[in-house]
């Protein structure tokens, strides 16, 4: 049955696979998942679903089928409600990790490396003090695809091996096209294999290996370029120099979502080259280049910092720097890597190529005079400092102490210390004439933010590296947001608006360069560290003014699923509106790997993010064209590709008048084409991952609202459900460790329904979800139960009482039914499923526990409620666990048809004073086993787990006298009163902000409340005021009143049998007597104890009789 130290019997999950594959074949027979639109005049719901297409270099595995999984349950409840439902499944085979791997491969084998495990690489690793996009929404849980890349499995060949691929069929993937013959099809295995409702007549693969989709995605670009929404033109991209093309997001192997970051290079011209240095001369200026995000502050530079040789690791790239070829016959020095990004953005000689002229210490340049723009000295001197990050900017930093705490946290050091000057050979006329130099005021912060901060936060030196990012946080954002400037040819001006002019004007002197380089390490997955390159290529203009302005209407409009706790705002929108703020050009086409060619522009490839955005739309028209071959191939095809012009997609897709006399497509074909897309579009629901929120799906959304602008908006996505990564048993899934399940091994290890179920339980929000190998162990077990259950109930139907419900716990049972339809519904419609396998599936099965429980020996089941727990209890969790129902749905109940499209079961709202009735039944189980044990064993009870009852304490105390009082008195009743009063059903939460503070008011004063300590009057009352308005806010006014809603008497008299025989572990206990007391009478009560008894709370005093 699974994993574990000992062997399992698996005849159980054996069982439940052999209904599961009864099952399948019963659907496929049917075709029921082979939905189309209907013929004109015909009125039908729909639901459209969508799952991003897998990319097709492996197997799919648990994380995949943890996303699909939301859409199948949807898709499964939405079929229960009678709508036609489409859900189809492609599979993504664009881009270059294919072609990665199958080159890789070839490698491997060409150079006899195949089959050897190989050295684990140094691990790249971002800096802990890497900038981030500030995101108040921030993902959590991100996962690197490079995480198993070492070690076994880091070779392609292993990697191949690992994934259950037979050595000698392994050389073939060293062909790419031999992975898109390999994959799709095991991918549709296991979908099939997971039970999922697919309509597989639809699914297609993307890249030119389709002609029917190529077609369809050179229409998409066509029309995306005739509205001007993609432009030629050169922009800073991260790019793979092994590759030869830019990298995007699903190139890479780590550093998804990283993006540019530019810099401006200011020019620090050295006035003197001393020692080492001296090897420079007549090669041309020598500039050290230092990297600045705030090239309005250069106005008060004082010196330049370097990083100092590490004495301690002289090995070590820490200070070492290089003096490299530039443009304009200048020399640089700057860090390697530095100089390896700028030769990708036309800033040397020769572009992509890097000239050392010399390698340079950070030693070698300290006491360097050195001449800086904007500088209100004509020399500065290069000085150490110990803090500079290497593998960001350059590793060169200008100075400016009046606005930057770190600068003049490190200036004062030098300033301060003597001996810190002597030790690198700073003389102190490099260092002590300079002063802080006033540029830019900020309220509140005044003319010299950095040392105020410094003082204010009693930062003693450099290393003071919280105190000093905190400062720095604060002295960049105010300074920017509210700062002016007080030198400078835009003196009185905003820093927010002359930060772009001082920049401009620096490199239109001459005294600077733009510069760019990832905001964290990047790998492709050729296993290439990644640049930023300054390229001409076409983009796509996301981040266009209006164009972002039409996304946002859409998010509006859409459905979320999601909410944040405090604010009630949908955590996804947020995560979706914050990739908005950033997002702007994309390049989207590519020199290598596979896909669709530009129409316009036929050297380059569209890449794999950019071709799959609007290709549920092609879902909607697929199976007509390409007539069920998922390749698109000629003998299966309805029509020639080549026969699908731009015209004829218009008339599809864009409501075009009509199409040339001459097309070649049959007229009945284009207009059942135009009718699949009417009716199914837009689609419903698109669940995903939320990774790609910052990419996929925000280009989902760009490319709906251009290819159907805003006359068409009823074409635009109505809801995206996005969910967290998943974990299998509290870890991260990786090959590498063997916490790994392919989703093959997944549904043979447990069967499909279990590992549905699994799922379900897995998590329903964003943050990360868990699949646990005991939940889909126990599920096993639960739905053998349910099967076996309903085979002993069927075959007992002729023992059980006819007739409606008629005792109070056939209606308890009748009304739990009723709840559980409600809840299950409810938790469908907001795609809470581990809620739906909660109250569809554990809370239903408890109920029918209590139900069998309550009836032993007290006139037996109620036929007609046993036959209707048992299809409910099919139908509710039809959807999660779909083999199961339908074998009991079928087999069991010998019902017509298939429990897929059975229908929701039909429920008249639940009665809430039953619901109270029942629930308050099941809390007495709890005081009566505690209080028995407690008289029988004495106060230590609770440490005396499983002990016998002597049988004379027993007989002591065998019967419970239970004393319920009629309502409730004194400052309770009236703090109903006064929530009574609060009560209006036309508020959203039923009472007015604050009804804690009312009630307070009100009783504050009473008998009871006047001689408590002013600290313990809140926690006395709000705890009552706060279960009573919960109470309110789903049963109404009736539960404010001073009596419960029920009899609570009566009640307990009706469940005196049950109780008994729900305790029976208590052997000592024999009967249960209730007791009424009248409010009035309590006071008077002889037993002191029974004056404690309240509402809902009774007092149990335990007797021999």
């Not at 004829?648 to 001459?662: K, L, N, R, S, T």
Request: glycine share 8%; with cysteine; net charge negative.
């Amino acid at each position: 049955m699974a994993e574990g130290s000992e062997p399992y019997n698996t005849a159980k999950r054996d069982f439940l696979i052999k209904i599961q594959e009864a099952s399948q074949a019963k659907w496929d027979a049917a075709k029921v998942f082979e939905v189309d639109a209907p013929e004109d005049g015909e009125v039908a719901e729909k639901f459209f679903g969508n799952f991003p297409y897998p990319y097709m270099n492996g197997l799919l595995h648990l994380g995949h089928a943890f996303s699909l999984s939301k859409l199948e349950f949807a898709a499964g409840y939405q079929r229960l409600l009678g709508k036609r439902v489409l859900f189809p499944q492609a599979f993504h085979l664009t881009g270059m990790p294919i072609k990665a791997c199958a080159d890789k491969l070839k490698n491997e084998i060409e150079s006899g490396r195949a089959g050897q495990e190989a050295e684990a690489p140094v691990k790249q690793e971002a800096p802990k003090d890497a900038p981030e996009r500030e995101d108040p929404t921030k993902f959590s849980g991100k996962k690197s695809k490079a995480a198993a890349k070492t070690g076994p499995g880091s070779t392609q060949w292993e990697i191949m091996r690992m994934s259950g691929i037979a050595e000698e069929d392994i050389p073939a993937f060293a062909d790419a096209r031999h992975w898109l013959e390999y994959f799709p099809p095991l991918a549709v295995r296991d979908i099939r294999a997971m039970g999922c409702g697919v309509d597989w007549r639809r699914s297609f693969v993307t890249t030119d290996i389709n002609p029917f989709y190529d077609s369809f995605i050179r229409w998409q670009f066509w029309t995306l370029y005739r509205r001007g929404l993609i432009v030629k033109d050169k922009r800073y991209s991260v790019y793979s120099p092994k590759d030869g093309q830019p990298c995007a997001d699903h190139d890479r192997a780590t550093g998804e979502g990283v993006g540019p970051q530019e810099y401006t290079l200011v020019k620090m011209r050295a006035l003197e080259l001393p020692g080492p240095l001296a090897a420079l001369e007549g090669q041309g200026p020598v500039f050290l280049m230092a990297a600045t995000l705030r090239p309005e502050t250069m106005h008060g530079q004082t010196n330049c910092w370097v990083r100092p040789t590490d004495p301690k690791n002289p090995g070590s790239d820490t200070g070492r720097y290089g003096a490299f070829r530039a443009v304009n016959g200048e020399v640089w020095i700057t860090t390697e890597r530095a100089m390896r990004n700028a030769a990708f953005q036309d800033l040397t000689p020769e572009w992509g190529v890097v000239e050392k002229l010399l390698d340079v210490r950070g030693d070698d340049l300290l006491g360097v005079p050195v001449s800086s723009p904007h500088a209100p000295y004509e020399r500065v001197y290069v000085l150490p400092l110990l803090t500079i990050k290497m593998d960001k900017g350059t590793g060169v930093v200008t100075s400016v102490p009046s606005d930057s705490p770190d600068d003049y946290a490190a200036f004062q050091d030098l300033i301060k210390k003597p001996k810190l000057r002597e030790l690198y050979g700073i003389r102190d006329d490099m260092v002590l004439p300079f002063e802080v130099v006033p540029i830019i005021d900020i309220p509140g912060l005044g003319t010299a933010a950095a040392p105020r901060l410094c003082a204010e936060l009693k930062i003693q030196s450099q290393n003071d590296a919280e105190k000093l990012a905190k400062a720095k946080a604060e002295a960049y954002r105010r300074g920017f947001d509210s700062g002016v400037m007080l030198v400078g040819k835009y003196t009185g001006r905003p820093v927010k608006e002359v930060k772009d002019l001082e920049k401009a004007d620096l490199v239109a002197a001459g005294q600077a360069v733009p510069y760019a380089e990832p905001e964290n390490p990047v790998v492709s997955r050729s296993d290439d560290a990644c640049v930023v390159a300054l390229t001409d290529q076409w983009y796509i203009v996301y981040g266009e003014e209006s164009w972002r302005a039409s996304v946002q209407r859409c998010l509006d409009a859409m459905r979320w699923y999601d909410a944040d706790a405090g604010t009630g705002a949908s955590i996804t929108k947020g995560q979706f509106e914050h990739t908005l703020g950033w997002l702007n050009q994309w390049a989207c086409s590519r020199s290598f790997g596979l896909g669709t060619r530009l129409p316009w522009d036929p050297e380059y490839l569209i890449e794999s993010l950019s071709d799959s955005t609007i290709y549920m739309a092609y879902y909607t028209v697929a199976h007509l064209l390409q007539g069920g071959d998922m390749y698109g191939g000629a003998e299966a095809a309805r029509v020639q590709a080549s026969d699908l012009t731009p015209e004829v997609w218009d008339f599809i897709f864009q409501e075009a008048a009509d199409v040339p006399a001459d097309c070649a497509v049959p007229r009945a074909l284009l207009e059942r084409a135009r009718r699949e897309f009417a009716f199914w579009y837009p689609f419903d629901l698109r669940v995903s991952g939320k990774d790609l929120i910052q990419n996929h799906l925000t280009f989902a959304l760009y490319t709906h609202v251009a290819m159907w602008p805003e006359s068409q908006s009823a074409a635009w996505p109505r809801s995206f459900r996005c969910n967290g990564h998943l974990q299998l048993n509290n870890a991260k899934m990786s090959k590498s460790t063997g916490n790994f399940k392919t989703l093959a091994q997944a549904v043979r290890e447990y069967g499909a329904d279990a590992m549905r179920v699994g799922l379900a339980n897995a998590g329903d929000t964003i943050d990360d979800a868990n699949f646990e190998h005991d939940t889909a162990n126990q599920a096993i077990l639960k739905l053998y139960r349910q099967v076996e259950w309903a085979e002993e109930a069927l075959g007992g139907l002729s023992s059980m009482r006819d007739g409606p419900p008629a005792t109070f716990w056939d209606r308890v049972f009748e009304n739990e039914i009723n709840g559980a339809v409600a809840r299950t519904r409810a938790a469908y419609d907001s795609m809470a499923f581990r809620d739906v396998v909660l109250a569809g599936w554990y809370a239903l099965s408890n109920a029918r526990d209590a139900y069998l429980v309550a009836c032993a020996g007290e006139g037996g089941l109620c036929r007609e409620l046993v036959l209707r727990f048992v299809e409910t209890a099919a139908l509710l969790i039809a959807p999660v666990a779909p083999h199961t129902s339908e074998h009991i749905w079928g087999e069991v109940l010998k019902k017509e048809g298939l429990v897929l499209t059975a229908g929701f079961p039909q429920a008249p709202p639940p009665d809430f004073v039953l619901q109270e009735a029942y629930r308050y039944v099941e809390r007495m189980k709890k005081p009566l086993k505690d209080g028995f044990e407690k008289a029988v064993l004495g106060d230590k009870a609770g440490k005396k787990k499983g002990a016998t009852p002597p049988a004379e304490a027993a007989a002591a105390v065998a019967h419970a006298h239970i004393h319920v009082v009629d309502r409730f008195g004194g400052w309770k009743a009236k703090a109903l009163g006064t929530l009574g009063a609060l009560y209006d059903d036309s508020l959203p939460d039923r009472f007015p902000p604050k009804p804690n503070d009312a009630v307070l008011a009100a009783v504050k004063d009473e008998p009871e409340l006047v001689a408590l300590p002013p600290k313990q009057l809140r926690p006395t009352v709000f705890p009552f005021v706060a279960y009573k308005t919960k109470q309110a806010k789903e049963g109404g006014k009736e539960v404010l009143s001073v009596k419960l809603p029920f009899d609570e008497a009566e009640v307990l008299e009706s469940s005196k049998g049950y109780l008994l025989r729900a305790l029976q572990e208590l052997k000592g206990l024999q009967g249960i007597t209730i007791h009424r007391l009248a409010f009035e009478d309590l006071a008077s009560a002889e037993d002191e104890r029974v004056r404690a008894a309240l509402p809902g709370e009774p007092v149990i005093v335990f007797a021999a009789e």
